[in-house]
């Protein structure tokens, strides 16, 4: 027997996907002073903060 959703579920979930949308996942490249190798840095940024965060 397939279980319901109830009306409540969806609302929330639609207003998470809304709020999902003004984050970004940032992956950086770091250069080690010592060896010379990149490595790679990631992180979730807001979409407003993504150039102050490559900036850093």
Do not use: C, L
């Amino acid at each position: 027997m397939a279980k319901g959703s109830s009306k409540n579920a969806k609302v929330k979930d639609t207003k998470a996907a809304a709020d999902s949308k003004v984050w970004t996942k940032v992956i950086k490249a770091v250069r080690s002073p010592k060896t010379g190798a990149y490595t790679f840095k990631e992180s979730i940024v807001h979409k407003d903060k993504v150039q102050e965060y490559m900036s850093k």
